[in-house]
Every structure is written in structure tokens, then in C-alpha cells.
DNA sequence: ATCGCCACCGTTTTT
DNA sequence: CGGTGGCGAT
């Protein structure tokens, strides 16, 4: 039981008001760290102490993590698990709704979740068929189709309207465009497949369109909470709107200034319409941060204070503290990582532990050249929004077999099988997933197709797992054994160069599916929750740094932030022009700044590789220069007395004085298979392979195998 | 006509 | 790393 005076020792006026307002629709304007989870946690539990009954609240998160860790944190509060709760992210609960309720609509419930790769392969798929491409080269990539079909989606826009306002420069293949929206969509339909967007569509539809379920729905969710309220789209506010029509006891949560996903459709002007559309709305302003320091405060301040922005809040905080964030300019990306890595072994030996501290950037591939460092350096970490274990492609080809157990109709999935088999190509299998897919029967009618000499085998095993697979008891455990068995051999040959590391993958894919008693539900964690890659990730006290993208250290905090890349051209990203999507990207910067308690770093390179290998001097990112000078410190390139300058490994400045003293080029001859070479990064290692025609491989002691040219690589033959 | 292999290029952000 | 395009083999 909570006890009132309790609550108001740990909440503060505003966030009590909120709390305890049990009916009628409550707005919560929340500022970073300013305890946006701790009000919905708190709420949580008051409900339920004030006799509402669990099963009547639905909260909805923006990653299902997030709506687990607040569930368990209301338990603890007032002794009950709360596990009666609804909880999870608008995508998890409109897929458990449609398969209850789905068939009101028309469809079966064995519809299989596909994820952003799936649907560019269909893309793909369409845009040959449909022969797209034959007389233009410059055809829009399908990364480019898919974002824009999502976004027409989700921003409630007709595609074409989208095409000449936001992608005006692809409006000349508009109309080619437009009918490939309408195959993609009969296609997923054909097939039973459903992507992102059409989770959402069809709750919607199943609110708007079927009165019956309306009601139902209305009446078991009393209580709906939505949390990051600023990142959903028109159609979850509709969504919103119409699940509550009976009652309107919503409470949204968000901040305007951290919007930041507005390229899937969400929008802020949402929590600025909120009491518009709910009438009656009381509006809460969280305006008092708990996560920072007031240096660092007063930067995010001045960030977010340049923003064209109407609704403008300053934060303030009583946390100690006296450090300015600094800002580091290095001479080149090596230089930078060498600063981050100095950074971390100095805060180490202050006793800072490596999972309180995080380096932030903006796209994914800004952390290539820091994770080497971090790597000869011995220091571990963990990055997140990279590769997901679902992701490679050895796991999606288990994944395709229990797909179709699930939904025989999956094409993507019988492609996807069929080209595992040796000397059948993508002609071939199209071929046949066409005939598979008009069929009632699939299996049997592969069992009947007449094979081609070199892979009728193949088809045998495919149809002969498939046979044992639909024999046996539906236990996920051992459906997965029968697959593992079968994938085994076709594995080795795939990937006989590194099959040992992926089989790893494979073991982990067992253990999770072994927690699973239904094979259905699996398919949609893996498709609405990749599990992460690493087995470290599970274990909380795993002693590792953290890198992530900004967008996905979303709500997160740590006590120490590093924020790098932030030179013109990297951040804001290129291709962001003024405007809407500049204003994105300063929030975006905010967002970061923000996720720091105690210390912050920011830095940037002042010389890039360009696209051809051509080094250009770049400025520090405009959102930097315009902040006042005084609300952060400059570090020089060469601190004094920086006792990392000591661990520095051999500065490859031998580039910047290299001129006069041009080592002679070594060329290929030089090398012999198993002499020892030493390479800057890598270390020492012994070479393996001499590929033609200035390329070898060298397996490295520290490193594992690469493959280097000798064109850029600079190797040193080692004696002895 | 189809498949397999090699070399090369470019990389937003994601439920 | 993953997708693509060219080329030789079947």
C-alpha cells in the first residue's frame, strides 16, 4: 500500500496533481528528467490502491522494456506483481487485439508480423516484376520506396501529394511509384503478411468500423496512459480517441522538445490538440529536473532555447554541481576516439563505472572508428540500434521455417527457403513460390514440383522437414531441434568461412525458444522485439560501455556522456534542410545533451573522408557555434598534464610528416604466406592468403582475420 | 537462361 | 557489412 505521506515525499506538487486526478483526461507537459516515468509509475499504483482493478488500465510505452520496467516498479510500490496490467507499445497491443478480434475485419489470425527487410524484399520482388527499372537507372532504392510508403502511412497523406512535397526531386517516377504502393499492398494482403503501419491502420479500422468491439475495448481499458506522447503519429492519436470514447480517462505524457521521430509520422502538434480534443483536459507542466547538473542544464537550456519553437520551457534543477560540459575539437576521427578513450580510462581510475558512461552520435556508422580504439584498448562495450540477433542472415532462415509453420502462405519465407538450396537461383524460386502460392496445399504441391537436376534433392529435404515438422506435437523446443537438425548441413555450406561464431547465434535462438510454449507468440516477439545480439546485453551487471544512436538512447540516462560527430555535414545530418527537419535534428542534439547526469562531453572531427577518399576540413556543427560560449568549456587538441597521452598507441601522425621520409610501398611479393607482419591498428599478425592483385589476408593476433590492400594498408614485416 | 563468385561502393534515425 | 553488377561456368 502507498501511503499518502510517502507520496508526497517522493513526488513534488505538480506530479501529484496528476497522480491523483482519477478521472477525466490529464495532460503532462514534462521536461527531460523530470520524472515523466515516476508520475506514470505512481499513478499506476495509486489506481490500483484506490480499488481500480488492474486488468482496466492500459499503458502504452515506446519500446515494451520501457512498459516492463514501470509495471515492476509499481509492483514493488504497492506489493503486487501488477502483472494484470495491459502494457506495451501501441504495435504489441494492436497485434494481440487483432488476433482476438481480427476476424470483425475479415482476416485469419495466422497473419505473420514482417519487419522493414521483409518489406523492401517485397519491393524488390515487385519492382522487377513489375519491370520497373527497365529503361531508367536511377530508380529510387527500395530503403527509399519503403520509408516513403511508412511515411505516407503515417502521416495520413495520399502518396503522391507526399511524392511532390517531401521526395519532389523522385516526382518524375510518381506514377511508377504509386502503382507499386497498390502490388505491395494486394501483395501483403495475398499472402497474409502485415507490416508496422498496418498494425496500427487496422486497430484504427477495427475502432472506427465495428461498433461492437468499440464498446468492448472501451469497457475493459478504463484507464489508458500513453507515455512519449510526442513521438506518435495521427492515427495513434485516433487511436487513442477512439478507445477512450466512453470514458476519456487518458493521461498522456511528452515533451514537445523531444520530438524527434517526425520521419515515421509523428507529431507534436498531437500533445498541443490534446485539449482540443478532449475537452475538460487539466494540464500538468513537470518543469523541475531531477537527472542533472545545472552547468549541464544550462547548455540543454541554450540549445533548445535556438529552436523556432513556440512552447518554451526552462528547466531548472537543485542537483550540485559546478563542471561545464566541455568541448573537445580534434584534429581527425582518430584523434577524437582517442580523446573518448582517454576520457574513459582517466574516469575509470576515478572509480566511474564503465556501464555509467555512453558515447552518443547520430547515425550508426560514426562509432566504426571508435569501437577499433576501444578495441586494442581492451575496453568492452555494448552497441545498441546496430545488427539485432533476428537481423542476420543465418537466423532469418530458421525464423522462415517457423514462419510458415505459423502461415503457410508466407512467400517471402518459401523464397527466402528455397534459395538455401545449392544451384537454385532467384529465377527458379520465384517460380516456384508463385506456384506455391496459388496452391491450397503449399507443401504438397512443392513435393509435387518437378525438380531440375542439380537441386531436387534440396526440394526433398525442404518437403521432407516440413513432413516431420507438421507430424510432430506443437512444442516450439522441439519444432526448433527438427529445424536446427535439417539447417545443420545447409549452414556448413552457406557460411563454411565462419560458421562456428554463427552457431552460437543459433544455440541462443534455442535457449529463447525454449521459454516459449506457443510458436505463434514467438513469431511476433521476434518480429515486434528483435531480442539484442549480445548475451552480455541480458546481464545487468555486465561491465560494459555503452554506444547507441541517439534515437535509441531514448529515455535513457547516464551519469557520464560523451556526444561525438558533431561537425557540419554529420550533425545535422546532410541531407536535413532548414526547417522542419532542422529543427529535428537541434532536438535531436537536445535529446543527447539531455541524457546526462553528472558529466558531459561534446566533440567533433575537423577533418572527414569524403565520399572518394579525400579528406576535407569540416566545421564544427552549426547548433554548436550558435550556443553562447560561456555555457561550455574548450579543451585544446593537447591537454596539459593528460596522462592518456601516455597510453596513445603509435600516433599515426607519421601521415602528417610522412612526406619527405615515403616509406618504400611493399608490395605483394614482399609477403609469404605465414610470415609474422605488424600493422598500426591491428598489431601483429601472420598472413594467411595472397589474394591478387595487392590484397592479403593476415590473421591477427588481437583481431581475428582481415583482409588488407596494401593500396591504403601500411604493414610492416616483422622479423624473425 | 540461370547460377555462383568476385570486386566494389555507400551507409539517417526505427516501433 | 549488404547490395549490386560483371563475368565465366553450367
Avoid at 219 to 230: S, T
Avoid at 311 to 335: F, H, M, N, S, V
Avoid at 578 to 602: C, D, H, I, M
Wanted: glycine letters at 6%; charged letters at 25%.
Amino acid at each position: 500500500m502507498i501511503n499518502e505521506s510517502s507520496l508526497s515525499r517522493e513526488l513534488n506538487e505538480p506530479q501529484l496533481a496528476a497522480v491523483t486526478t482519477i478521472d477525466g483526461p490529464v495532460l503532462v507537459i514534462a521536461g527531460a528528467g523530470s520524472g515523466k516515468t515516476r508520475t506514470l509509475v505512481y499513478r499506476v499504483a495509486h489506481l490500483i490502491n484506490s480499488g481500480v482493478a488492474p486488468e482496466s488500465i492500459l499503458l502504452l510505452t515506446f519500446t515494451r522494456k520501457a512498459a516492463q520496467e514501470m509495471l515492476w516498479r509499481a509492483g514493488r510500490l504497492i506489493n503486487d506483481s501488477c502483472s494484470r496490467v495491459t502494457g506495451g507499445t501501441f504495435h504489441s497491443v494492436a497485434n494481440m487485439l487483432l488476433r482476438r478480434y481480427g476476424s470483425a475485419l475479415g482476416f485469419a489470425p495466422s497473419f505473420t508480423i514482417i519487419d522493414r527487410a521483409d518489406a523492401e524484399g517485397i519491393v524488390n520482388l515487385l519492382k522487377s516484376s513489375l519491370q520497373l527499372t527497365a529503361n531508367r537507372k536511377q530508380f529510387p532504392s527500395k530503403r527509399v520506396i519503403v520509408n516513403m510508403l511508412s511515411g505516407s502511412v503515417n502521416k495520413a497523406r495520399p502518396l503522391s501529394d507526399l511524392i511532390y512535397e517531401d521526395y519532389a526531386h523522385l516526382s518524375e517516377y510518381a506514377e511508377e511509384i504509386v502503382r507499386l504502393q497498390q502490388h505491395y499492398q494486394s501483395f501483403k494482403v495475398d499472402h497474409g503478411l502485415m507490416d508496422y503501419d498496418d498494425l496500427l491502420v487496422n486497430w484504427r479500422r477495427l475502432l472506427a468500423e465495428v461498433p461492437a468491439v468499440r464498446e468492448e475495448i472501451a469497457e475493459r481499458y478504463r484507464y489508458l496512459m500513453v507515455d512519449e506522447y510526442q513521438d506518435t503519429n495521427p492515427i495513434q492519436a485516433d487511436i487513442v480517441r477512439l478507445a477512450a470514447y466512453r470514458h476519456d480517462n487518458v493521461m498522456v505524457v511528452g515533451d514537445d522538445s523531444q520530438s524527434i521521430y517526425s520521419f515515421r509520422g509523428a507529431d507534436f502538434y498531437n500533445i498541443m490538440r490534446f485539449p482540443e480534443i478532449f475537452p475538460g483536459t487539466r494540464i500538468v507542466k513537470l518543469e523541475q529536473n531531477y537527472r542533472s547538473t545545472q552547468p549541464i542544464l544550462t547548455l540543454t537550456n541554450d540549445i533548445i532555447r535556438n529552436a523556432v519553437e513556440k512552447y518554451t520551457k526552462t528547466l531548472y534543477t537543485r542537483i550540485e554541481g559546478t563542471r561545464r560540459p566541455q568541448l573537445y575539437a580534434a584534429r581527425d576521427e582518430k584523434a577524437e576516439a582517442d580523446f573518448v578513450v582517454g576520457r574513459i580510462n582517466e574516469l575509470r581510475r576515478e572509480g566511474v563505472a564503465l556501464h555509467d558512461m555512453a558515447v552518443l552520435f547520430r547515425s550508426g556508422f560514426h562509432s566504426f572508428k571508435l569501437e577499433l580504439e576501444l578495441g586494442s584498448h581492451g575496453i568492452a562495450f555494448e552497441k545498441r540500434g546496430g545488427l539485432k540477433l533476428t537481423e542476420s542472415a543465418h537466423m532469418k532462415d530458421v525464423l522462415a521455417v517457423l514462419r510458415l509453420l505459423v502461415n503457410p502462405f508466407d512467400t517471402l519465407s518459401w523464397n527466402r527457403l528455397l534459395l538455401t538450396i545449392d544451384k537454385l537461383g532467384p529465377k527458379t524460386a520465384q517460380k516456384i513460390t508463385a506456384i506455391l502460392a496459388a496452391s491450397s496445399e503449399p507443401v504438397a504441391a512443392l513435393a509435387a514440383y518437378p525438380g531440375g537436376k542439380g537441386w531436387q534433392e534440396g526440394v526433398n529435404r525442404l518437403v521432407q522437414l516440413f513432413t516431420r515438422l507438421l507430424e510432430h506435437e506443437p512444442v516450439p523446443a522441439a519444432l526448433c531441434d527438427i529445424v536446427l537438425d535439417w539447417y545443420q548441413p545447409v549452414f556448413e555450406r552457406l557460411y563454411a568461412d565462419d560458421y562456428p561464431k554463427r552457431q552460437k547465434d543459433l544455440e541462443q535462438l534455442r535457449t529463447i525458444i525454449a521459454s516459449y510454449d506457443d510458436l505463434q507468440r514467438f513469431i511476433d516477439d521476434t518480429a515486434l522485439d528483435p531480442p539484442e545480439a549480445d548475451l552480455q546485453a541480458y546481464h545487468e551487471d555486465s561491465e560494459a560501455l555503452v554506444l547507441s544512436t541517439i534515437h535509441s538512447a531514448k529515455g535513457l540516462e547516464w551519469q557520464v556522456v560523451f556526444i561525438i560527430g558533431l561537425a557540419d555535414g554529420r550533425f545535422p545530418h546532410a541531407s536535413a534542410f532548414p526547417g522542419e527537419q532542422w529543427e529535428e535534428e537541434r532536438r535531436l542534439l537536445y535529446v543527447a545533451a539531455t541524457r546526462a547526469r553528472q558529466r558531459l562531453y561534446l566533440s567533433y572531427p575537423r577533418e572527414l573522408m569524403g565520399a572518394d577518399r579525400r579528406f576535407n576540413r569540416v566545421s564544427m556543427s552549426p547548433f554548436l557555434a550558435e550556443l553562447s560560449p560561456a555555457s561550455y568549456e574548450r579543451i585544446e587538441p593537447l591537454p596539459p598534464g593528460g596522462d592518456w597521452l601516455a597510453v596513445r598507441p603509435m600516433p599515426s601522425t607519421a601521415a602528417a610528416a610522412v612526406k619527405p621520409v615515403r616509406k618504400k610501398k611493399l608490395a605483394l611479393e614482399d609477403f609469404s604466406l605465414g610470415c609474422r607482419v605488424n600493422h598500426p591498428f591491428f598489431g601483429t599478425g601472420t598472413v594467411r592468403k595472397l589474394n591478387a592483385p595487392r590484397s592479403l589476408d593476415v590473421a591477427f593476433d588481437r583481431h581475428g582475420l582481415k583482409t588488407l590492400h596494401l593500396d591504403y594498408a601500411t604493414l610492416n614485416l616483422v622479423d624473425g
